[in-house]
């Protein structure tokens, strides 16, 4: 073997090593994502509610507490921060939410796809009757997902 070859060789491998650490993340990624989004969007939507009502119970009591040293400021902090405390916990809830679908939309593909193999190598065997069922779970999977997808850039 000269030298080219072993030195592609080598950076072949190194490339598919990288490869696999990436999918393995990926994998790790997924499964949080399918296992905690949901859990992650509902605290959020707490979160979020229970700030704003203190945002706004705290920006309709400013008006009355304002004129009182030391408490007007405490309350026109609890104002701000509410609101503020509101707006992060939205955008943790909506980020989750995505994460979510967008990790239902993929595995709703890869079956598409699983089912698309399996009745091509159904139709192969000569098992026509079999693949055309196949056929039909894949395009049905495919139609899903292409409705995940659309809900995804909404």
Request: charged share 20%.
């Given at each position: 073997?000269?030298?080219?070859?072993?030195?592609?060789?080598?950076?072949?491998?190194?490339?598919?090593?990288?490869?696999?650490?990436?999918?393995?993340?990926?994998?790790?990624?997924?499964?949080?994502?399918?296992?905690?989004?949901?859990?992650?969007e509902?605290?959020?939507?707490?979160?979020?509610?229970?700030?704003?009502?203190v945002?706004?119970?705290?920006?309709?009591?400013?008006?009355?507490?304002?004129?009182?040293?030391?408490?007007?400021?405490?309350?026109?902090?609890?104002?701000?921060?509410?609101?503020?405390?509101?707006?992060?916990?939205?955008?943790?809830?909506?980020?989750?939410?995505?994460?979510?679908?967008?990790?239902?939309?993929?595995?709703?593909?890869?079956?598409?796809?699983?089912?698309?193999?399996?009745?091509?190598?159904?139709?192969?065997?000569?098992?026509l009757?079999?693949?055309f069922?196949?056929?039909?779970?894949?395009?049905?999977?495919?139609?899903?997902?292409?409705?995940?997808?659309?809900?995804?850039?909404?």
């Open positions: 073997m000269g030298w080219w070859s072993s030195l592609g060789n080598r950076i072949s491998g190194a490339v598919h090593s990288i490869g696999n650490k990436v999918k393995s993340v990926v994998k790790v990624g997924r499964k949080f994502v399918h296992d905690h989004a949901g859990q992650i509902k605290v959020s939507k707490i979160v979020g509610d229970v700030a704003g009502v945002g706004n119970v705290a920006s309709a009591a400013l008006p009355f507490t304002a004129a009182i040293p030391g408490v007007g400021e405490v309350v026109g902090g609890l104002a701000a921060g509410g609101k503020a405390i509101e707006g992060a916990a939205r955008f943790v809830q909506k980020g989750a939410g995505t994460a979510r679908k967008a990790e239902a939309a993929l595995t709703s593909g890869e079956q598409a796809y699983k089912h698309g193999k399996s009745a091509i190598d159904q139709i192969r065997h000569g098992h009757i079999k693949g069922k196949e056929g039909q779970a894949a395009v049905k999977g495919a139609q899903s997902t292409r409705k995940q997808i659309e809900a995804l850039r909404k």
